[in-house]
């Protein structure tokens, strides 16, 4: 069973950036695929970026070139730096991990763009 606590969101002006961090335990977590989410007010959930165990990385066209997603296998972590923040990146950020069948969730992070 693996666990996953997001940290890092808060209150960011537009334009500003933010890094999120995810970390991981219970599991191995350099043979799982990670991947930042967010949901934001009245929508539904939505992919954001991902990153495999190459690793290789895809990003959603809505935060290309803004965000970029990494990961740490020595610490156990995954990483969301987010940058040119607007108010339409306000939601709740979470982190994913999957192999196979296996699908976990972090509990979120709020982050919001407002001035």
């Known amino acids: 069973q693996v666990q996953l606590v997001e940290s890092g969101g808060g209150l960011v002006q537009p334009g500003g950036s933010l890094k999120l961090s995810c970390a991981a335990s219970?599991?191995?977590?350099?043979?799982?695929?990670m991947a930042w989410y967010r949901q934001g007010p009245g929508e539904q959930r939505e992919l954001g970026a991902i990153?495999?165990?190459?690793?290789?990385?895809y990003y959603v066209d809505s935060v290309k070139g803004r965000f970029t997603i990494s990961r740490d296998n020595a610490e156990n972590a995954a990483y969301l730096q987010m940058n040119g923040l607007q108010p339409d990146d306000t939601a709740i950020y979470y982190c994913?991990?999957?192999?196979?069948?296996?699908?976990?969730w972090g509990q979120g992070t709020q982050v919001t763009v407002s001035s």
């Open positions: 994913h991990s999957f192999l196979g069948r296996e699908k976990y």
């Open positions: 990153i495999n165990t190459v690793p290789s990385t």
């Open positions: 219970g599991g191995i977590f350099s043979r799982y695929n």
